[in-house]
Every structure is written in C-alpha cells, then in structure tokens.
DNA sequence: TCTGGGGTCCTTTTGCCC
DNA sequence: TCTGGGGCAAAAGGACCC
C-alpha cells in the first residue's frame, strides 16, 4: 500500500539533483526474486510471473512489474493472487539461487566502500562518503553500481541517495524500478512533507489508523503536530521519531553489521491441527533446525521461546529463561515442550508453531563449565556428531527417532 | 481476502526484592 | 504486620519490516 503511494506521486522533476552533502545511498534489487527466476527462464521477461509457495496457505514472496499491474503484491495470500492474474506464470522459491545472487551484489557494494548495512538479501545501505576522490560523486557511485549489478548479476536495482538513511530509503522506492534519484539536502522537506504518512519507515496499518483518526495523513501533516500529541496517540518513542523523521532528521549512521539476536523457525501446518502428538513432533523439527543454526553461528542462546497461533490467527507467545546458554536441541526442546505443556490446551485448533531461542552470545565466550553444565553434555557431543554426519552425508543423515518414520512434509493429518 | 517465515524493537504486565 | 512503591528483569504481546 504505502510503496505503491510512493510511486503514484511520480518521479521527481528532472533536475540533476545537487548530490554534494549526501553520502549515504539505499540501493534496492527490483522484485529481487522474481528478476532472479527471470535469469533462467528469459521467455519469461515480459509476462507476469509469481514467486511462492504452491501450498494453499502460502503468500506471494515477489511479483515482476507485469504481475503487479493486476494488483498482486508480495505478502498477498497466492490464492488470491492467481485468482487476480490467472494468466502469470508461477513459480516456486529457490532460495539457495537467491542466497547466491545477494552475495554477489553485496560484493559489488563492498568493492565501492567497506560501509555497507545490508536490511535485507536485496538491499543495503552504503556510505559512499569516503569513495568520492575514488570514483565520484553520489550519483555517478550509484550509477557504477547499478551498471555492474546489471552486468554482473544480470538483474537491475534502484538507487536512493540522500544524506538521511530513511530519505535515501524513500527515494529509491520512488526510482523503481530501474532508476535512481537524488534527493538534494536542502530539498529534504519539500521532498517530504507532501508524502502520505504510510510511506513512512515504522507506520504500518496500525499507525496509519492512528494518524487517520488525528487527521493526519501527509508528512507535513505529522511536522506540524505537536510532539507530545503524537506520542500520546503512539507511545513516547514513536512519536518522537516520527518527529523528527517528519522533518528530515535521522541521526542514524551506516552501520556495518550487527550480531544476530535470535534464531527461531516456525511452521504453519498445511491444516489445522489439534493433536497434541503432531504438535510436540513439530516443535522437536524446528528445535533441531533452531539449534543446528545455532551451532553453525557458533551461538549459544539463553531464552527459549514457543509461538502458538490458533486457527482464529490469535497468537501466543510463552518464554523461559534458562540458567545457563544453550545450542542444545535436546535443551531447546525439553524446555519448548515444558512450555507448550503448561498451556494445557485442550484439543485447541492449531495453525502454527514456531521456536526462538533469544539472548545469543557467542559460544567461545561462554566458559566451557557453563555452557556444559545442566545435563546436557552428552546430547551436545552426539548432535555435532550429527552434525558432521550432515557435513558430509548430507542433511537428514541423522534425525531423532521420532522424526524418521516420516518425513517432515507430512506433519499434515491429510499427508498432503 | 483469509493472511509465510525470518527477524527487530517497543510497550505493558508481572513477579520479586527491598 | 500490612501496605506502598521504586527498581529491575523477565515475560508477553503486538507492530513492523522484507
């Protein structure tokens, strides 16, 4: 919704754009997976096509211009998405091509400056203001970029460029796609304050209701609008950043990377599920899955966290936090399942369950002592056993009896 | 139209200690 | 002994992002 916004106001006038003081640039892959699938299936350019699970309960990830002219939008349920634009080619996700492609556009960015924040697989944050003597101004970076992302990775991207984080994000929203545009420093404001609310980073529907009801719908708008006002209306440290974003301020730096703070995995059943059975075997998945991550990052976490969501998409959240860290599945699940337990749920209808493990620290340096003490030693050796096993024999050489009978997939009543 | 899976951050509530 | 309340950490919920 808020994207779409951004665009319908149109580009900016075509005036070159005064770049100097503007270091910062948002560079964004268009319909990053789906430009990605275009790669391999060229007959395809053109036409609409759909990247997303093929499941009934599955969302759309990514949508070419061509789809997206129908109304098909990524997070749109894919029913309603085909029904929309039965004519698009669909196409289910390979994550791993994906994965591939962002390390090569990452790489593009970190030849042009090591000040490089990735948000995402497809977008980044770079500080280019110490590349100028290398290789130019703002722009004619940004436009290195895009040439050598075309190239290299044969899928374009749009560019932002500001000397704001969040503009440079809101212009390269407005470059889509194949684009780029700058946003001169002391064209901030005007830049801004004619934009509907929603485009803002932070006001999703929620927040946009909220400002509704204030009457409150273009950023001028928030900009005239008493600070305390807005933070009554959403909290003190909303409403002051809205603040501050609504006139251009944002202190916020390029930050190169930040240690990850959780690892979960959830799972939505292809039906409804109330068998308690299916339930506790899905939750022993996905704390294998958790802790093999953990593991692999060389992380220890202390919270674990079980999300139960109900057929009505109500949701719950039930933690608990252990003495010491764990990377443990056996540890992750024998408290998952503690929690999960302790609901007492009678025979409620399920639609999802996930597992989270919070608080990580780093495994080297959790004292050995700590990190081993509670019993679990002994599963620890046997999972990196397991471990090395999958390193070499591939993934699923060892599971836990309970998981080998059946597949994964068929945690579905109907086996679908 | 019936809503994925990976996360982060913020707010409120709760329980404990003093 | 009862009550209040400050301070804190953990727990829970929810909004938001891609």
């Not at 669909?90 to 042009?112: K, N, T």
């Not at 290789?135 to 940004?142: D, E, M, N």
Request: proline fraction near 6%; aromatic fraction near 4%.
């Amino acid at each position: 919704m808020s994207r779409r916004q951004l665009q319908r106001n149109g580009p900016l006038p075509d005036r070159p754009g005064d770049d100097t003081g503007c270091p910062i640039l948002h560079v964004d892959m268009d319909a990053f997976y789906a430009s990605v699938e275009l790669r391999s299936r060229p007959e395809l350019v053109g036409t609409p096509v759909i990247v997303g699970g093929l499941g009934a309960r599955s969302v759309v990830l990514s949508a070419t211009y061509e789809a997206r002219a129908f109304g098909v939008h990524s997070a749109m349920p894919m029913m309603r998405a085909r029904r929309m634009c039965p004519q698009a080619t669909v196409i289910s996700p390979s994550h791993g091509q994906y994965d591939e492609a962002s390390r090569g556009v990452m790489e593009v960015f970190r030849s042009v400056t090591p000040l490089v924040e990735p948000l995402s697989l497809d977008e980044a944050f770079l500080d280019v203001g110490g590349a100028h003597r290398r290789l130019g101004t703002s722009r004619q970076i940004g436009e290195l970029i895009r040439a050598r992302v075309v190239d290299e990775q044969g899928i374009t991207c749009s560019v932002g460029v500001a000397s704001t984080k969040f503009v440079a994000k809101l212009a390269s929203a407005r470059a889509k796609p194949d684009g780029l545009i700058v946003v001169p420093r002391d064209e901030v404001v005007t830049f801004l304050h004619p934009l509907p609310v929603g485009v803002l980073w932070g006001v999703g529907e929620k927040t946009e209701e909220a400002l509704t009801r204030l009457g409150l719908r273009t950023i001028g708008d928030i900009a005239n609008t008493p600070v305390a006002t807005l933070q009554r209306a959403l909290g003190a440290a909303a409403g002051s950043h809205l603040s501050a974003l609504s006139w251009g301020r944002d202190q916020r730096h390029v930050v190169v990377s930040e240690p990850d703070k959780s690892v979960g995995a959830e799972e939505t059943f292809a039906r409804d599920v109330d068998d308690p059975v299916i339930v506790l075997r899905e939750l022993l998945r996905l704390s294998e899955r958790t802790a093999a991550r953990l593991r692999a990052a060389d992380s220890m976490g202390r919270t674990v966290a079980v999300k139960v969501r109900f057929a009505d998409f109500t949701t719950i959240t039930r933690s608990r936090t252990l003495r010491e860290p764990t990377d443990v599945a056996r540890v992750v699940y024998d408290t998952a399942r503690g929690l999960y337990e302790a609901l007492g749920l009678q025979r409620a209808r399920i639609r999802l369950v996930g597992v989270r493990v919070e608080g990580l620290v780093d495994t080297e340096s959790t004292p050995r002592q700590l990190a081993l003490g509670g019993g679990g030693e002994e599963w620890r050796a046997a999972e990196q056993a397991a471990d090395a096993a999958a390193a070499r024999f591939g993934a699923g050489a060892v599971r836990p009896a309970a998981l080998v009978e059946r597949s994964p997939r068929e945690v579905d009543p109907d086996g679908l």
